[in-house]
């Protein structure tokens, strides 16, 4: 691995302009109607000790690789959406426990206590990861020091900023943060631990409003060790966004050390998923993963996916993404085009982590896994392409908060010779009084 291994959020290759230069002809139309001119544009297709937190063998908690539901990572890619999770990252099911340090600088003394900055994050990131997984994944925290652990050079000397790589800077703060922890009094044990959180002192650095320094390296094989632990997979968390959901940085963060990449973009800052994904947007109203991560980090068990291969048509009624019960109904439809491709379908409404939905119902996004991490791996078929949308929060993309289809639309990639509908139900408007709706795929 290059030691001068980048932050998860910068690309490699890719970006929001590279993956629009994918379209292929499609439509949204009525569920009943022949397609007419394109009236949106969606994307088409291709043109050995224990280091902490990660496993050598292939993840087995999520689905395998090579399937048709299970789309292998793209050669090279840095971050992948695809199947299996690469090695390294840390396993998305079962306990996971997580190592939590609130650090400060001489020039950045700590404010308020560790115990208060841990509870700005703490329960609410482990209740957000238990209903994200249905209960799959046990999330434990631990703030073993309940003081600021003081770093011993002035937070200035290691030259952070966003976008800072790995080399020199995170190193040299990894080894300082290691010393320290040893030196501490109790020490600080890093053996039991999964992953570590570094909660920096809010005032080292720019406020988080200006510019968001918070960061996650993960997977990383060249990490310094702690206790003959290497560092694999930390976050590191700076200043303090605001909101009543500003917890849910950590819970983006933490997300890039289960192996999930950005969503957003690096050119320009957007995001081609808008608010429907934490790894899109963590800032303002809550939100949840969509069926593609949680597929991917095995909180969908295989009996709630439906793969749709052969020509034909087939009808599937899908359970909304955050119903309650975990093991009840199908709760995502993928269409591969390719093998490293496809079209997921999921139902979303205003429920459980899911705050900000305005538009409640059947989501069409397509998955790349040959797209890096900040380059737009996920695309969200907008249903009603110009209208502004539904949402008027100021962090929330407003354009795409009313992408979800509802009964008696349809989606039409001509190209591929795939149509999906949400079919009109009579009074039930196309949807059960348990929040399903009925979705048919057809395929030449």
């Known amino acids: ?135 799959r994944l046990d999330y ?39 010393r320290a922890a040893a030196a ?45 632990v290497p560092l694999a997979n930390v976050s590191f968390i700076y200043g303090r966004q605001t909101g009543p959901s500003a917890f849910r940085v950590l819970s983006h963060e933490n997300g890039h050390v289960f192996g999930l990449p950005d969503l957003y973009t690096d050119a320009g800052g957007g995001s081609l998923a808008g608010h429907w994904d934490l790894m899109s947007e963590d800032w ?16 969908l068990a295989r009996r709630q996916v439906r793969c749709v291969t052969g020509p034909g048509a087939r009808t599937e009624r899908l359970t909304p993404l955050n119903a309650h019960a975990p093991s009840g109904g199908v709760r995502m439809v993928f269409v591969p085009v390719n093998r490293h491709s496809g079209y997921a379908v999921e139902v979303r409404r205003r429920e459980g982590n899911d705050e900000s939905v305005c538009r409640p119902g059947v989501l069409l996004s397509w998955v790349d896994t040959s797209v890096d991490t900040g380059g737009g791996p996920v695309t969200v078929v907008d249903s009603t392409p110009h209208s502004g949308g539904c949402s008027r929060h100021p962090n929330v993309d407003a354009e795409l908060s009313d992408a979800a289809f509802t009964p008696g639309q349809a989606f039409t990639d001509r190209r591929h ?12 408007e196309g949807k059960n009084k348990g929040g399903s709706y009925r979705v048919r795929v057809v395929r030449r």
């Open 284 to 299: 303002g109203p809550g939100n949840d993963v969509m069926a593609w991560h949680k597929w991917k980090l095995g909180w």
């Open 140 to 178: 434990r925290p631990a703030l073993p020091l309940k003081r600021w652990l003081r770093m011993p050079r002035p937070f200035r000397s290691y030259g952070i900023e966003r976008g800072s790589t790995f080399e020199p800077g995170y190193r040299r703060l990894l080894r300082d943060l290691a």
């Open 1 to 135: 691995m290059d030691p001068s291994r980048p932050p998860i959020r910068t690309p490699r290759r890719g970006s929001a302009l590279a993956a629009t230069a994918l379209l292929a002809a499609v439509a949204v139309t009525a569920a009943g109607s022949s397609p007419t001119d394109p009236a949106t544009a969606a994307p088409g297709g291709p043109a050995a000790g224990r280091r902490l937190g990660t496993d050598p063998r292939p993840r087995a908690d999520g689905p395998s690789g090579g399937g048709a539901c299970a789309p292998a990572p793209g050669a090279g890619t840095q971050m992948s959406e695809g199947l299996p999770t690469a090695p390294g990252y840390v396993r998305g099911t079962g306990t996971v426990r997580a190592l939590t340090l609130a650090i400060d600088f001489p020039d950045a003394p700590g404010r308020g206590t560790a115990r208060q900055r841990y509870a700005e994050f703490f329960p609410r990131v482990r209740q957000w990861f238990e209903a994200a997984s249905y209960g």
């Open 184 to 228: 501490a009094r109790p020490a600080v044990d890093f053996r039991p631990y999964d992953l570590v959180n570094v909660l920096v002192t809010p005032n080292a650095g720019p406020p988080a409003t200006d510019t968001v320094l918070s960061v996650t390296f993960s997977g990383n094989p060249d990490a310094p060790s702690a206790g003959g």
């Open 417 to 428: 010779g795939i149509r999906i509908e949400v079919p009109a139900e009579g009074g039930s």
